[in-house]
């Protein structure tokens, strides 16, 4: 089977950097995605890695090594709407995700 | 675009009782899925529909859950007889292709409390 381990809650000051790691266990997959979930929200797609490196899309970036099985999202210049939680989640065949149980980020001022 | 539409929101019923969920996927995806995060558990995978067709129903629980997509468009998920542990938020979400490329797009998602 796949499972996936992430930090339960990370803490941090509005305008900084904060990194969320992700590591995995798995026979395969396709790729690793990143999903944001507000409380009462859907889960809402970030970013998605099929090779390893760093992929970056404005404030968030995520990084994929596969030699490593890990993988994490970077977000920069945090905002108190960047309070939510993060997923990550194995890319399988058809498309099915694996998720993590993800991360509880708290921005402070 | 509207996006992927749940409903109803919150449901609470009564153990042994019966309840429907809908979803109505974006217009023109023939991918959607079916998940649900049972309380402090991940979001695991119920259903994959292609279409109308079932692609991959590995991760439904029991026979007690029954996933219909009429002619490709909404999905409705019955949960008959409900029991106190299928408690949690079920989530559908379409996708227009089978990568990861782009990603799915979730509904808010259906919170069912059974009592």
């Known amino acids: 089977g796949q499972s996936l381990e992430q930090p339960s809650e990370v803490t941090a000051v509005e305008g900084a950097i904060v990194q969320m790691n992700c590591t995995y266990q798995?026979?395969?997959?396709?790729?690793l995605s990143w999903y944001q979930q507000h409380d009462g929200g859907a889960p809402t797609f970030l970013s998605y890695?099929?090779?390893?490196g760093l992929e970056e899309t404005g404030r968030f970036s995520s990084f994929l090594s596969r030699s490593d099985s890990y993988g994490y999202l970077l977000l920069q210049e945090l905002q108190m709407k960047d309070s939510a939680s993060y997923f990550c989640?194995?890319?399988?065949?058809?498309?099915?995700?694996?998720f993590g149980t993800g991360t509880q980020l708290k921005v402070e001022l | 675009e509207a996006g992927v539409t749940q409903f109803p929101s919150h449901s609470v019923i009564e153990k042994g009782q019966t309840v429907t969920l809908r979803c109505d996927p974006i217009?023109?995806?023939?991918?959607l899925y079916w998940y649900r995060r049972v309380m402090g558990k991940e979001i695991k995978f119920l259903l994959h529909?292609?279409?109308?067709?079932?692609?991959?129903e590995s991760g439904m629980p029991n026979n007690r859950f029954l996933a219909e997509r009429t002619g490709g468009t909404y999905s409705t998920l019955k949960v008959q007889p409900a029991e106190l542990e299928d408690s949690g938020v079920y989530f559908c979400?379409?996708?227009?292709?089978?990568?990861?490329?782009?990603?799915?797009?979730f509904g808010s998602g259906t919170r069912l409390t059974v009592v």
């Open positions: 979400a379409s996708s227009q292709e089978r990568t990861g490329v782009n990603g799915y797009t």
């Open positions: 798995t026979s395969g997959f396709y790729g």
């Open positions: 890695n099929a090779l390893d």
């Open positions: 989640a194995l890319t399988g065949g058809g498309n099915k995700l694996t």
């Open positions: 217009s023109g995806h023939d991918n």
């Open positions: 529909f292609v279409k109308e067709s079932k692609q991959d």
